[in-house]
């Protein structure tokens, strides 16, 4: 059984810097990509930073430049360093993996719980 953890959220100031983990665990054939997605109240889910399996990255608008992900193939675990937090960055911040198990002959989609993230003065 495949488990995603996030770690990392917190109660930050404008223009702080935050760093959320997410560690994928289990029987895992092969990830094909993670990434990060967020959900503020009242709003949909959108995604923030994603990161596959041959390194190809994409970023949100809204965090270019601010936010980094990385990845550790090793730990099966991605990272997202947040930089020069701003108000609107508040939400809950979801882990998401495309992956393979091994009893599996196709990918899935895997979802974290969550870690909130909070940007306030």
């Known amino acids: 059984q495949v488990q995603l953890v996030e770690s990392g959220g917190d109660l930050v100031q404008p223009g702080g810097s935050l760093r959320l983990s997410c560690a994928a665990s289990?029987?895992?054939?092969?990830?094909?990509?993670m990434g990060w997605y967020r959900q503020a109240p009242g709003k949909e889910r959108e995604l923030v930073a994603r990161?596959?399996?041959?390194?190809?990255?994409n970023y949100a608008d809204s965090v270019q430049g601010r936010f980094t992900i990385s990845r550790d193939n090793a730990k099966n675990t991605v990272h997202l360093q947040m930089n020069s937090l701003k108000f609107e960055d508040t939400a809950v911040y979801y882990c998401?993996?495309?992956?393979?198990?091994?009893?599996?002959?196709?990918?899935?989609?895997?979802w974290g719980q969550g870690t909130q993230v909070t940007v306030a003065s």
């Open positions: 289990g029987s895992i054939f092969s990830i094909n990509a």
């Open positions: 990161i596959t399996s041959d390194s190809r990255i």
């Open positions: 998401n993996a495309v992956l393979r198990e091994r009893i599996w002959s196709t990918s899935n989609n895997y």
